[in-house]
């Protein structure tokens, strides 16, 4: 029944290696959202895809970047990680329409840590 | 200034108690208001949508004032399964949503 789901749960990438965080729905919802989440703090949006349109916040780090091929999938791609990139990465999704926002669903995160 | 403030907590309550948290919002232009649990390494999940006229779901109340953009949720006869991390959250737009810090509560048996 899972609509929002992550791969992998728990990542593991090395210093300056890049790595891709997978994010997938079954909800046809047109946006979707990267929020990057450290111990103790507030989920922070890094950028999200309203369809195609990519919309980048504007303190996101250019060593972040996403992709997102079809509606169902979106990728959060670090291309040179640091160590101060060690959080919870949570993918969401929503519906809007005619300027309403229907609701938010989250996935369960994926937690990278760099070694 | 955070475009969304909590209290900063924690809160350490004993069972059956009753709990406040308030929450503010710097942009009036603000159309859509949440509260959010978190429990410990899991993503957020709606708790329940705030309203203008204010709105009950069993033990929890929301209230909202826009004159003063000041957001609150109320927890009577709080239970042990209430310890989480309370996250207020603000659409703007239609398409961002902006979370305040979080107030972690823990009830005390």
């Known amino acids: 029944d899972a609509m929002v789901i992550q791969n992998p749960r728990y990542q593991v990438t090395q210093f300056g290696k890049p790595v891709t965080l997978s994010c997938s729905q079954t909800?046809?919802?047109?946006?979707m959202y990267w929020y990057q989440q450290k111990s103790s703090q507030a989920p922070k949006l890094l950028f999200h895809y309203y369809d195609k349109d990519f919309n980048n916040e504007a303190d996101t780090p250019d060593n972040f970047q996403s992709r997102r091929p079809n509606t169902s999938f979106c990728f959060l791609d670090i291309r040179s990680p640091g160590l101060g990139d060690a959080a919870m990465y949570l993918c969401?999704?929503?519906?809007?329409?005619?300027?309403?926002?229907?609701?938010?669903?989250f996935g369960s995160g994926t937690r990278l840590t760099v070694v | 200034r955070k475009e969304v403030e909590q209290d900063p907590g924690p809160f350490n309550v004993p069972e059956g108690a009753t709990v406040a948290f308030n929450c503010t919002y710097s942009?009036?232009?603000?159309?859509?208001f949440f509260w959010y649990r978190q429990d410990c390494r899991k993503e957020p999940k709606l708790l329940m949508s705030v309203y203008s006229s204010g709105n009950e779901d069993g033990r929890f109340t929301a209230q909202l004032n826009r004159a003063s953009q000041y957001i609150s949720l109320l927890i009577r006869d709080s239970k042990l399964s209430d310890s989480a991390t309370y996250l207020c959250?603000?659409?703007?737009?239609?398409?961002?949503?902006?979370f305040g810090q979080g107030t972690r509560l823990t009830i005390n048996p």
């Open positions: 942009n009036s232009a603000s159309q859509s």
């Open positions: 959250v603000v659409i703007q737009g239609a398409q961002k949503l902006v």
């Open positions: 969401a999704t929503s519906r809007i329409g005619t300027g309403r926002n229907y609701g938010y669903t």
């Open positions: 909800l046809n919802h047109n946006v």
